[in-house]
């Protein structure tokens, strides 16, 4: 559907999908960055929860940019969350498992949200209030889309500090000195669609692993 008035004005039903976006971005956001914050702290580091980073204020972990690309498109970034990494007893390993934990965080919500959307539609015998649908779709959609854009494996997304793991650690801080034009690189990619293919792939992969772990919704309400 064109969302588009024919004079260019962006549309009642466009604006509308925006705000929906702008709220569950309030919830995104924080719940994305505080994990990152909570696992480091439980592994040794304290940095993130030193600098307020482990809390669920919105204000405390947004960037302008990546917030308006979130609103705009689905997709965005935050402030990164200080990370170091000495202080883990293995400072691979505790790099890779605090990274996870954004994305993680995020199918998690997605999950949740997913829940909630089959148990009210459901419970409402398919007449739940529109409005509580579309935020619970959108909080679904969002959580899938940051959680698969930030396992790209290059810096400076979560997916680089997990394939840390796998890599010699010198050719990887070799590339950590490059991670701010190669996520350009990366934006200016996804911008001109160069990266739909394989985006897509893995945000429907996700959604079908979703649809069916919370399959058993289905069967409580007697959904063949």
Same mark, same amino acid.
């Given at each position: 559907?064109?969302?588009?008035?024919?004079?260019?004005? *962006?549309?009642?039903?466009?604006?509308?999908?925006?705000?929906? #976006?702008?709220?569950?971005?309030? *919830? !995104?956001?924080?719940?994305?960055?505080?994990?990152?914050?909570?696992?480091?702290?439980?592994? $040794?580091?304290?940095?993130? +929860?030193?600098? @307020?980073?482990?809390?669920?204020?919105?204000?405390?972990?947004?960037?302008?940019?990546?917030?308006?690309?979130?609103?705009?498109?689905?997709? @965005?970034?935050?402030?990164?969350? $200080?990370?170091?990494?000495? #202080?883990? +007893?293995?400072?691979? #390993?505790?790099?890779?498992?605090?990274?996870?934990?954004?994305?993680? &965080?995020?199918?998690?919500?997605?999950?949740? &949200?997913?829940?909630?959307?089959?148990?009210?539609?459901?419970?409402?015998? $398919?007449?739940?209030?529109?409005?509580? %649908?579309? =935020?619970?779709?959108?909080?679904?959609?969002?959580?899938?889309?940051?959680?698969?854009?930030? %396992? *790209?494996?290059?810096?400076?997304?979560?997916?680089? #500090?997990?394939?840390?793991?796998?890599?010699?650690?010198?050719?990887?801080?070799?590339?950590?000195?490059?991670?701010?034009?190669?996520?350009? !690189? !990366?934006?200016?990619?996804?911008?001109?669609?160069?990266?739909?293919?394989?985006?897509?792939?893995?945000?429907?992969?996700?959604?079908?692993?979703?649809?069916?772990?919370? $399959?058993? !919704?289905?069967?409580? =309400? @007697?959904?063949?």
């Amino acid at each position: 559907m064109n969302h588009f008035a024919l004079n260019g004005v *962006i549309s009642p039903q466009e604006l509308y999908y925006y705000a929906l #976006r702008a709220v569950a971005m309030l *919830i !995104v956001i924080p719940f994305h960055e505080s994990a990152h914050a909570l696992i480091s702290w439980k592994l $040794g580091d304290s940095t993130a +929860k030193d600098m @307020g980073r482990l809390s669920m204020n919105p204000l405390r972990h947004f960037d302008p940019l990546g917030a308006l690309c979130m609103i705009a498109a689905g997709v @965005g970034w935050a402030k990164p969350v $200080g990370i170091n990494p000495t #202080r883990f +007893k293995n400072p691979k #390993r505790g790099m890779a498992v605090s990274a996870a934990a954004g994305p993680l &965080a995020n199918f998690l919500l997605a999950y949740a &949200a997913m829940l909630l959307y089959k148990v009210v539609y459901y419970a409402c015998g $398919g007449a739940a209030p529109q409005l509580v %649908l579309d =935020f619970l779709y959108v909080l679904i959609s969002m959580n899938i889309s940051l959680g698969v854009f930030n %396992l *790209i494996p290059v810096p400076p997304f979560d997916g680089s #500090r997990i394939v840390l793991l796998f890599l010699p650690q010198k050719m990887y801080f070799q590339a950590m000195r490059y991670e701010k034009y190669i996520m350009g !690189v !990366v934006l200016l990619l996804v911008f001109f669609g160069l990266l739909n293919t394989p985006l897509n792939l893995c945000v429907n992969a996700a959604w079908r692993l979703l649809l069916n772990l919370t $399959g058993f !919704v289905e069967l409580l =309400f @007697g959904i063949a």
